[in-house]
């Protein structure tokens, strides 16, 4: 086939202005990624270039617009992540959905479409991997379309108050003033996807409760469903005793970065010691997100694959002197 060739994609005007994106930016990084030309003659988009490189852009576009026609945002990055997954041969994210107050929230990456299937099918999950892959905050959306449902009754959002070693009661105000500063990334996370209103209203009536680890001791949280946020910061003692914690009708995510450790004692972490621990029990599975499942700023990605690489090399010194010393 002539490298010119030319192949159409009839869209709907939705999936057009997804493809085409705010003066035409989304086309521009397709073509861009691909090497191709996009044209919208009317009806649709016209793709020329090399065969390689119209599969590709197809690809990439059908995915797009089938996201916009599912009713979920398509933004920038959503086309860089789209073009990432492409270009590296990997499945594109499914239309998976849960509901959002600016309207249907999708999965942007492979990874994040695997890990919404897991919270369907799994009683416990765990949602391992770097910042920016969007773990907390479809944990948290996922959690509040079941609440909206009616599939559970609360939903229970805690986390490790390292920073104040637990001992909240040093610190100004009533109990809410005092969790607050810790739970800052969980509210904006509910703020984002019920609005802030409807998340306060259902905070006062104790159907949304955010709350530290410490506070779970003792409990048996029922017809919930349980994120555990910032695990790599739990002990292992804190970790079983959040993971016996779930009651009849109830599941729980668990979600960390292992690189992220925050505690005096790395080792310490209850997260990586569960993940192994649990790995292949009934009912529970493992969701691993990498740098390329970032989807925040473009830096971010940069940033993390900096870091891991930094990791690589210290392990590698590391095991070359044990190597030396035997």
């Known amino acids: 086939m002539s ?18 994106g705010p003066n035409s930016r989304h ?18 988009v016209s793709v020329r270039g090399d065969a390689k490189g119209r599969a590709g852009a197809k690809e990439a576009i059908a995915s797009l617009a089938a996201r916009a026609e599912a ?25 998976t959905l849960t509901v959002g107050r600016k309207g249907p929230i999708a999965p942007k ?36 379309t079941l609440l909206l449902k009616g599939e559970v009754d ?14 909240l009661g040093f610190l100004p105000g009533d109990m809410n003033e005092k969790v607050d500063p810790y739970m800052a990334p969980v509210w904006q996370a509910l703020d984002d996807i019920l609005g802030p209103e ?12 955010v709350a530290p680890l410490a506070f779970m001791r003792g ?46 004692n790395a080792r310490d972490s209850g997260l990586a010691h569960a993940v192994g621990l649990l790995k292949g029990v009934e009912g529970v599975d493992m969701a691993h997100f990498e740098a390329s499942d970032v989807v925040r700023h473009p830096m971010v ?20 002197r044990e190597a030396d010393d035997d």
């Open 3 to 20: 490298p010119r060739a030319e192949d159409f994609i009839p869209l709907s005007d939705v999936g057009l202005h997804a493809v085409s």
């Open 27 to 44: 086309a521009a990084l397709l073509e861009d990624a691909f090497h191709v030309l996009i044209e919208t003659p009317g009806g649709g």
């Open 71 to 95: 009713g979920a945002e398509v933004t920038e990055a959503d086309v860089r992540q789209t073009m990432a997954a492409v270009r590296a041969g990997k499945a594109v994210a499914g239309a």
């Open 109 to 144: 990456t492979a990874a994040q479409a695997r890990y919404l299937d897991m919270l369907d099918r799994c009683e416990l999950v765990f949602g391992v991997g770097p910042a920016g892959t969007g773990k907390t905050f479809l944990a948290v959306a996922y959690g509040a």
């Open 154 to 167: 609360r939903l229970v959002i805690t986390r490790p108050a390292v920073e104040a070693g637990e001992r």
């Open 198 to 209: 409807a998340a306060r209203r259902r905070r006062d009536r104790g159907e949304i409760e």
């Open 219 to 264: 409990r048996t949280l029922s017809h919930a469903f349980i994120i555990v946020d910032e695990a790599q910061n739990a002990t292992r003692l804190q970790m079983k005793m959040v993971l016996t914690r779930i009651g009849e009708g109830s599941r729980m995510v668990v979600t960390g970065d292992p690189t992220q450790v925050d505690l005096v």
């Open 301 to 320: 990605e940069r940033i993390v694959r900096a870091y891991d690489r930094d990791q690589a090399h210290v392990a590698e010194r590391r095991a070359a």
